[in-house]
C-alpha cells in the first residue's frame, strides 16, 4: 500500500493543506478552504477523489496545535475514516517547527506551514502517534474551563489587592497567605476604612469567623487608617469586584465537583493514595496522562513533565544541570503544587527535601528534585497498578546504594591528555582537575597507595 502525506496548517477561519509521497514530492498542489461546512464538503470531495485516483493509497494526514483554530479540522478529518483510507494526528507545533528549520528553510508562509507538517510525517514517522477515540476530550475542555475561572479570579484578587491598599491597607495584614473569605465579605459590607470606621462592634462580628475582639480590632485600626481613598466610586468598584470574585468562586466550587463525579476513575483513586495529591490534582494529572502505556519507560513520563535534567557545554564553557521544562507547563505546574504539599505532608519526599537542602541546594532547585521523585513514584504505581507505598522506594534505594566505580573516559579512549596541547588556560585547568580526581579515586581504591616502609 503506498503512503501519501497530507499536511494541514489551520489558521482562523481557513486551513492550507497539501499532499506528498513518501519521498517528499509534490502530489496534490497547495490548496485553501474555509473553516465552515462548505469546506469540510469540499475537502471531503477532494480526498475521496483522490483516494479514488490511487486505490491502493493511504492517507497519513496531520494537524498542529495551533491554540484550538485546528480541532474542527481534525474533528472533520477524523469523520472522514469511515469511508476513506485515511488515519489522522494531533503534532506537536514544536517538532514541526525544528524540522523545518533543520531543512534551513528562509521563509514562512500558510502553504509552506502545511508542507512542513507533511514533511514532519514522513521524516519522524516513529514520534506520530494517530489516535483512533480520545474518551477524555470532553473532560479536559471541562478542565480548561475551570482553568479559565480560576485564572479570572487570580487577575480579580490581584486587582483588589491594589484598591484596597489605598482603601484600606490596614486590612493587608490578614492577607499575606491570600484573601481570607472573611475579609471578601467584609469588605463587601464596608469597603473603605471611612466606611469601617463608623460600624459597630456586633455589626462587624455577625459575618463569618469575625470575633468581637477582631472586629474591635478593626474598627480600631480604620479609624487611624492612612487610607487615600474615601471617595463612594472606589467604595461601589471595590464591591463590584468582591461580589465578582465570591461568584467566580462560587462557580468554580460548582464546576470542581462536577468534574469529580464525572471523572471517578481507577487511576484517580490510585494516585490519592500519595500523600500529597488531593482529588482535584489527581483528576487533572490523569487527564494529562491519559494511559499509562503512552510512555515506554519512566525517563519518557519524566520528559512529558518537562523534568528531565539537561545539560550544556561547549569547548571551554561553563556547564550545568538544569530542569528542561520541555514538556506541559500546565501539568508542569500541577504537579510543583503536589510537591509543596508532599513537602510538608509526605515523609519521604519532606526527608529528600531537607537532605537537599543540606547538601548545599537552592530551595527551587531542592522542590525540583522532589517533583522528579513524585513523576518516577506515580509511574511506578500506575504502571503496576499498586498504590503508593514508601518502603518500597526506600528498599529500591538500599539495592542501588552500591559503591561507586570510577568509568574511563570513552571520548578520550584513543589518546590521553598530553600536556604539551595548545588548549586553553581554561581547559587546562579542567585536565588538571580531571587528573587529580581520577588519582584521588586510584588512591581510595588501594591502586597508587604507597608501600609501606619496613623498619
Same mark, same amino acid.
Given at each position: 500500500?503506498t503512503?501519501y502525506y497530507?499536511?494541514?496548517? $489551520?489558521?482562523k477561519?481557513?486551513?492550507? &493543506?497539501? %499532499?506528498?509521497?513518501?519521498h517528499?514530492?509534490?502530489v496534490? $498542489?497547495? &490548496? ?5 461546512f462548505a469546506?469540510h464538503?469540499?475537502l ?6 483522490f ?5 491502493k !493509497?493511504?492517507i497519513h ?7 484550538g483554530?485546528?480541532r474542527?479540522w481534525?474533528?472533520a478529518?477524523?469523520? &472522514? ?6 488515519k ?7 517538532g514541526?517547527?525544528?524540522n523545518?528549520?533543520? /531543512?534551513l528553510?528562509?521563509? +514562512?508562509?500558510?502553504?509552506i506551514?502545511a508542507?512542513?507538517v507533511?514533511e514532519?510525517?514522513i521524516?519522524h514517522?516513529?514520534?506520530v502517534?494517530?489516535? +483512533?477515540?480520545?474518551?477524555l476530550?470532553?473532560?479536559?475542555k ?5 482553568r479559565m475561572l480560576t485564572k479570572?479570579?487570580?487577575?480579580l484578587l490581584?486587582q483588589?489587592?491594589s484598591l484596597?491598599y ?6 493587608l495584614?490578614?492577607?499575606?497567605d491570600?484573601v ?18 463608623r460600624?459597630?462592634?456586633?455589626a ?8 468581637l475582639?477582631?472586629? #474591635?480590632?478593626? %474598627?480600631? #485600626? ?5 487610607a487615600s481613598a +474615601?471617595?463612594?466610586?472606589s467604595?461601589?468598584?471595590? %464591591? ?8 467566580l468562586k ?9 468534574m469529580?463525579?464525572q ?7 490510585l494516585?490519592?493514595? @500519595?500523600s !500529597?495529591i488531593?482529588?482535584?490534582s $489527581?483528576?487533572g ?8 502505556e ?6 519518557? @513520563? ?7 535534567p539537561?545539560y550544556r557545554?561547549?569547548?571551554d564553557?561553563v556547564?550545568a544541570f538544569r530542569?528542561?521544562k520541555?514538556?506541559s507547563?500546565e501539568?508542569?505546574q ?5 510537591a509543596i504539599n508532599?513537602i510538608?505532608?509526605n ?5 529528600l527535601y531537607?537532605r537537599?537542602?543540606?547538601q548545599?541546594?537552592?530551595r527551587?532547585?531542592?522542590v ?5 521523585? %513524585?513523576?518516577?513514584?506515580?509511574y !511506578?504505581?500506575l504502571?503496576?497498578n499498586?498504590p503508593y507505598?514508601?518502603q518500597?522506594?526506600?528498599?529500591n534505594?538500599?539495592?542501588?546504594? !552500591?559503591?561507586?566505580? #570510577?568509568?574511563? /573516559?570513552?571520548?578520550r579512549?584513543?589518546?590521553?591528555y /598530553?600536556p $604539551? #596541547? ?10 588538571m582537575e580531571r587528573?587529580?580526581?581520577?588519582? /584521588?579515586i586510584?588512591?581510595k581504591?588501594?591502586?597508587?597507595s604507597p608501600?609501606?616502609l +619496613?623498619?
Amino acid at each position: 500500500m503506498t503512503s501519501y502525506y497530507l499536511g494541514v496548517d $489551520a489558521s482562523k477561519g481557513y486551513a492550507d &493543506f497539501v %499532499i506528498l509521497d513518501a519521498h517528499k514530492k509534490l502530489v496534490e $498542489a497547495n &490548496f485553501q478552504l474555509d473553516d465552515t461546512f462548505a469546506g469540510h464538503s469540499h475537502l471531503y470531495q477532494r480526498l475521496n477523489r483522490f483516494c479514488s485516483d490511487h486505490p491502493k !493509497g493511504l492517507i497519513h494526514a496531520a494537524v498542529e496545535s495551533t491554540g484550538g483554530y485546528e480541532r474542527n479540522w481534525y474533528k472533520a478529518l477524523s469523520g &472522514f475514516r469511515a469511508s476513506l483510507k485515511i488515519k489522522v494526528a494531533h503534532l506537536n507545533p514544536l517538532g514541526v517547527h525544528h524540522n523545518s528549520k533543520a /531543512d534551513l528553510k528562509r521563509n +514562512t508562509t500558510d502553504a509552506i506551514s502545511a508542507r512542513n507538517v507533511a514533511e514532519y510525517l514522513i521524516a519522524h514517522p516513529e514520534k506520530v502517534s494517530y489516535q +483512533t477515540a480520545d474518551p477524555l476530550g470532553g473532560l479536559r475542555k471541562h478542565w480548561s474551563f475551570i482553568r479559565m475561572l480560576t485564572k479570572q479570579c487570580t487577575q480579580l484578587l490581584n486587582q483588589l489587592e491594589s484598591l484596597v491598599y489605598n482603601a484600606n491597607p490596614e486590612l493587608l495584614a490578614y492577607c499575606k497567605d491570600g484573601v481570607p473569605q472573611w475579609v471578601l465579605k467584609l469588605l463587601r459590607r464596608y469597603p473603605t476604612a471611612a466606611k469601617l470606621c463608623r460600624a459597630k462592634n456586633s455589626a462587624v462580628a455577625r459575618i463569618p469567623y469575625v470575633s468581637l475582639q477582631r472586629a #474591635a480590632e478593626l %474598627i480600631r #485600626a480604620a479609624k487611624t487608617s492612612v487610607a487615600s481613598a +474615601t471617595d463612594e466610586v472606589s467604595a461601589q468598584v471595590i %464591591i463590584a469586584t468582591v461580589e465578582q470574585i465570591l461568584h467566580l468562586k462560587k462557580r468554580i466550587a460548582v464546576q470542581q465537583q462536577a468534574m469529580r463525579q464525572q471523572c471517578r476513575l481507577p487511576q484517580v483513586e490510585l494516585l490519592e493514595s @500519595f500523600s !500529597g495529591i488531593a482529588e482535584h490534582s $489527581a483528576v487533572g494529572l490523569i487527564l494529562r496522562i491519559q494511559n499509562i502505556e503512552r510512555f515506554a519507560n519512566c525517563k519518557k @513520563f519524566v520528559s512529558f513533565f518537562g523534568l528531565h535534567p539537561t545539560y550544556r557545554i561547549s569547548g571551554d564553557g561553563v556547564g550545568a544541570f538544569r530542569m528542561s521544562k520541555k514538556g506541559s507547563k500546565e501539568v508542569r505546574q500541577l504537579l510543583y503544587m503536589v510537591a509543596i504539599n508532599a513537602i510538608q505532608n509526605n515523609e519521604l519526599i519532606s526527608e529528600l527535601y531537607a537532605r537537599k537542602l543540606q547538601q548545599g541546594m537552592e530551595r527551587m532547585a531542592a522542590v525540583g528534585v522532589c517533583m522528579h521523585k %513524585i513523576a518516577r513514584i506515580l509511574y !511506578g504505581m500506575l504502571k503496576h497498578n499498586c498504590p503508593y507505598d514508601a518502603q518500597v522506594d526506600r528498599r529500591n534505594r538500599q539495592n542501588n546504594s !552500591g559503591q561507586r566505580k #570510577a568509568r574511563m /573516559d570513552r571520548s578520550r579512549r584513543y589518546q590521553d591528555y /598530553d600536556p $604539551a #596541547a595548545p588548549v586553553s588556560r581554561r581547559q587546562k585547568k579542567k585536565r588538571m582537575e580531571r587528573e587529580r580526581s581520577h588519582s /584521588d579515586i586510584s588512591t581510595k581504591c588501594g591502586i597508587q597507595s604507597p608501600v609501606p616502609l +619496613t623498619t
